[in-house]
């Protein structure tokens, strides 16, 4: 089963743009993450972000995560090209647990 | 570092056959892989969840006697899709967990594409 869901379902923007995807769960979580999978492909970890942190950054990355809301976002800023894929949140329960992936959104970047 | 493959990368078979697919660990000992299957524009689901030297533990709806599932080593585990159907056409992707590493991380392969005719 899923357990987060992600809107939106798919976003186009113009490149340059920044990029914002929203990330929702259900259960209480011990970490967050956020993968990036280019189609057809395996995918890529890009940030983890575990409960007691609030915000994480990584290049032109940043995650948000509100426990209170139950919601996660990735930002992605001066979007390129080369980051037009799909992205996927997956919620762990434990640290060393499996992990359960949202629904994805499907990002493309308009040159 | 933490290079997941898989093998082979798609596979075409007939109905009522058995594939495999495997997937390696090439630079770390994996404790823990998991299997998730993939259909076309949707996102990963789990299957099971396999370590080395035990019985792998599958997600709810997965048959375990269909989709068997072996850990022999500490860098490989396999997926069996025994008497292949159309409907089990999909793409299958591994991921693994490292010993001594980010417990919290998983190395994911490059997926596995399988038609069943």
């Known amino acids: 089963s899923q357990q987060g869901e992600e809107d939106p379902q798919a976003l186009s923007i113009q490149e340059g743009e920044n990029a914002t995807m929203n990330c929702s769960y259900k259960?209480?979580?011990?970490?967050l993450q956020w993968y990036r999978q280019n189609s057809g492909r395996g995918l890529v970890h890009l940030i983890l972000i575990r409960s007691n942190e609030r915000e994480k950054h990584s290049g032109r990355l940043r995650v948000t995560l509100d426990t209170s809301k139950k919601s996660s976002s990735l930002l992605i800023t001066a979007s390129r090209a080369a980051d037009t894929a799909s992205y996927f949140c997956?919620?762990?329960?434990?640290?060393?647990?499996?992990?359960?992936f949202g629904s994805g959104t499907r990002l493309s970047i308009r040159p | 570092g933490a290079v997941v493959s898989q093998h082979p990368s798609r596979v075409i078979c007939k109905s009522g056959t058995s594939v495999k697919i495997e997937c390696r660990s090439l630079d770390f000992q994996a404790t823990t892989m998991f299997w998730y299957r993939q259909f076309p524009k949707q996102s990963l689901m789990l299957m099971a969840t396999s370590n080395e030297g035990s019985k792998a533990t599958y997600e709810q709806g997965v048959e375990k006697d269909k989709f068997l599932i072996n850990h022999a080593s500490l860098t490989l585990s396999t997926l069996t899709v025994t008497s292949a159907h159309p409907e089990d056409s999909s793409f299958y992707i591994c991921s693994a967990r490292a010993r001594g590493l980010d417990q919290e991380t998983q190395y994911f392969g490059p997926g596995t594409r399988l038609l069943v005719l």
């Open positions: 997956a919620t762990g329960y434990s640290s060393a647990s499996k992990i359960i």
């Open positions: 259960t209480s979580i011990n970490n």
